[in-house]
């Protein structure tokens, strides 16, 4: 299956997860991850390799790798899934944060 995605629209939300999100701690014992910790918002993970060339965002069934140049690939078990994880980008995208009184 091919599928396009705007990547200039997942970096803005790769950005937004990074700033607003929770920071995740990866347990490093056995971990096969290239990925060190990342952070978490509206059901999306962000993480970056350790020199930030390349990024991933997923939820609990989609990742989406970004690398260098822009080259990108999808790993996901169906097509609901990816709708569903492409749906939750649009929560980010719309995500404010309360500001204090």
Request: aromatic share 12%.
């Amino acid at each position: 299956m091919k599928n396009e995605i705007d990547i200039q629209r997942a970096l803005k939300v790769f950005n937004k997860v990074t700033q607003y999100g929770e920071k995740r701690v990866t347990s490093h014992e056995g971990s096969n991850s290239i990925y060190g910790d990342g952070y978490h918002l509206c059901g999306i993970n962000a993480q970056t390799d350790h020199d930030g060339y390349t990024i991933v965002l997923s939820d609990a069934q989609v990742s989406l790798t970004v690398f260098f140049h822009n080259k990108y690939q999808f790993d996901y078990p169906t097509n609901d899934a990816l709708d569903n994880f492409l749906r939750r980008f649009t929560d980010i995208e719309s995500y404010q944060v309360a500001k204090a009184i």
